[in-house]
């Protein structure tokens, strides 16, 4: 299973980005995808998710300014993020827990990461 993350770059505060994730391989099925981010010197945290059946989860800090989506049938999950501040400057990593088949058990898989720097 891969995923491959697009979509990073440097922005002005106050600006929009929108990620791009996609799934290949072997793959039953997808239960959760979403990102996570992780700065300079800090631990990777979560910034949004969303379930197979389309429940979001957020992040605190980016609720209201990111918005996470899927395409289930292309295994893609999108966040597009609005309003951009310095402190969300980071590495975005892709996520998925994936079934590699029916009788398979779930496992999170990570993609490269993509950088996002907002400039004050």
């Known amino acids: 299973v891969q995923l491959q993350a697009c979509g990073g770059g440097l922005v002005q505060a106050g600006g929009s980005l929108r990620l791009s994730c996609a799934a290949s391989?072997?793959?039953?099925?997808?239960?959760?995808m979403g990102w996570y981010r992780q700065a300079p010197g800090k631990q990777r945290e979560l910034v949004a998710t969303?379930?197979?059946?389309?429940?979001?989860n957020y992040y605190v800090s980016v609720k209201g300014r990111f918005s996470i989506s899927s395409n289930n049938a292309k295994n893609m999950v999108y966040l597009q993020m609005n309003n951009l501040k310095p402190e969300d400057t980071a590495v975005y990593y892709c996520?998925?827990?994936?079934?590699?088949?029916?009788?398979?058990?779930?496992?999170?898989?990570w993609g490269q990461g993509t950088q996002v720097t907002v400039s004050s």
């Open positions: 996520t998925a827990v994936i079934r590699l088949r029916s009788t398979s058990p779930n496992t999170q898989h």
């Open positions: 391989g072997i793959i039953f099925a997808i239960d959760v």
């Open positions: 969303i379930t197979d059946d389309g429940n979001t």
